[in-house]
Nanobody, 129 residues
Framework: EVQLVESGGGLVQAGGSLRLSCAASGFTFDDYALGWFRQAAGKEREGVSCISSNDGSTYYADSVKGRFTLSSDNAKNTVYLQMNSLKPEDTAVYYC??????????????????????WGQGTQVTVSS
């Protein structure tokens, strides 16, 4: 059974940092792309970042580029989203998701989000002004 468990969310002041973790189990980590999405109250889900298990390449949404860094520890089947210079508009529930890496991660995060078939339960990030 595929499982994704997020942790690391919380309350932080604007300008602060948080590190989210996503621990994966039940599948071969190397065959999947791991992505982070977020959904703020009353807004649509937004793709934040993604990492390729094939070559370690990363994708970032323009809204987080330069502030967020995604990394993976394949030995631990865990990905980490380091979030710096947080802004109130980063407040959202953050979800980790996995997709078989059958195409470039830019495509997965663009027109093929539906390929992310496994999702975690989400972790709340709140940034106060």
């Amino acid at each position: 059974e595929v499982q994704l468990v997020e942790s690391g969310g919380g309350l932080v002041q604007a300008g602060g940092s948080l590190r989210l973790s996503c621990a994966a189990s039940g599948f071969t980590f190397d065959d999947y792309a791991l992505g982070w999405f977020r959904q703020a109250a009353g807004k649509e889900r937004e793709g934040v970042s993604c990492i390729s298990s094939n070559d370690g390449s990363t994708y970032y949404a323009d809204s987080v580029k330069g502030r967020f860094t995604l990394s993976s520890d394949n030995a631990k089947n865990t990905v980490y989203l380091q979030m710096n210079s947080l802004k109130p508009e980063d407040t959202a529930v953050y979800y980790c998701a996995a997709a078989r890496e059958a195409m470039p991660i830019e495509s997965l995060m663009g027109d093929y989000v539906m390929d992310f078939g496994s999702w975690g339960q989400g972790t709340q990030v709140t940034v106060s002004s």
